[in-house]
């Protein structure tokens, strides 16, 4: 990956999260790329172009397709949202009115996943249960102002050699296998700029070509449920296809780069490219 790869996909990832498709599309091919170019000593990159997929580097059709089979509409603006989320390293915070994203979570993580509200009883022993378990926690309907008690949490303000956390007057023991995920309902919301710095906003508000495809959905439902049953096992098995074949593919470039002089003589590996 070269070095202006890296710049621009870390600075898609932390600042253009919380925007809309116009504005992530305006603040890149108008505003860095430009500026880019312009500079004096030339940075090498391959996504310096107009339309270039900045976060492909990221993901790829297997993934996106696991992605989709969980619930994630298929438009370019939640693909991208979910690949932010997915490589941010602070913890992500969904504006989320149409509650796409946390219907995505939901299915992802399944049964493992917990999930809670600030302000119901005995919020923080679950918290804390989730943090010494490492159990994936959902916070839904995160209000704009937040208990000071969550900011070490938020911010990952991890104590003795990063093995606890403090939460109130309590220590933690901190598991590395938690994962935590907030959520909120408000359309535009106003949160204080710590938390914004302590957290990686992601806009999952529906665009117009997601609510296209949802309403065409609903519509072919109500009309001929046959169809939209049809298409909706199709689309999964178009997937998982797409999945199969990116297994296949790693699983083939790692037999043939660990082959001897005498391809021929593995059969193994002649047995693997007869099944791809």
């Not at 693909?79 to 997915?86: F, G, K, P, R, S």
């Not at 989320?96 to 939901?106: A, N, R, T």
């Not at 093995?163 to 408000?186: R, S």
Request: aromatic fraction near 6%.
């Amino acid at each position: 990956m070269l070095p202006g790869d890296v710049l621009l996909i870390s600075a898609f990832i932390s600042y253009l999260g919380s925007f809309t498709k116009p504005y992530r599309v305006e603040l890149l091919e108008k505003k860095w790329l430009p500026h880019l170019k312009k500079v004096d000593k030339t940075i090498p990159m391959s996504l310096g172009y107009v339309g270039a997929n900045v976060l492909s580097l990221l993901t790829d059709d297997a993934i996106i397709a696991g992605w989709n089979n969980e619930g994630l509409p298929s438009d370019a603006m939640s693909i991208e949202n979910a690949t932010i989320l997915c490589n941010s390293v602070k913890w992500p915070l969904m504006i989320d009115p149409q509650l796409q994203g946390i219907k995505w979570i939901k299915n992802k993580y399944g049964k493992s996943l917990s999930t809670i509200r600030l302000g119901q009883k005995n919020f923080l022993e679950k918290i804390e249960t989730c943090i010494s378990k490492g159990t994936p926690l959902l916070i839904e309907n995160m209000p704009e102002d937040i208990e000071p008690v969550l900011d070490p949490l938020i911010g990952r303000s991890l104590i003795k050699k990063g093995t606890a956390i403090k939460i109130g007057d309590k220590e933690v023991e901190y598991n590395p296998e938690f994962k935590l995920f907030l959520h909120t309902k408000m359309a535009n919301p106003h949160y204080k700029p710590e938390l914004q710095a302590q957290a990686t906003l992601i806009n999952f508000t529906v665009t117009r070509i997601g609510l296209e495809d949802q309403l065409l959905a609903e519509v072919v439902k109500a009309d001929r449920p046959d169809l939209e049953d049809q298409r909706a096992e199709l689309t999964t098995q178009q997937n998982e296809y797409k999945i199969l074949l990116k297994s296949l593919e790693d699983d083939l470039l790692q037999r043939l780069s660990s082959a001897g002089d005498d391809i021929l003589g593995d059969s193994a590996l002649v047995e693997n490219l007869e099944h791809t």
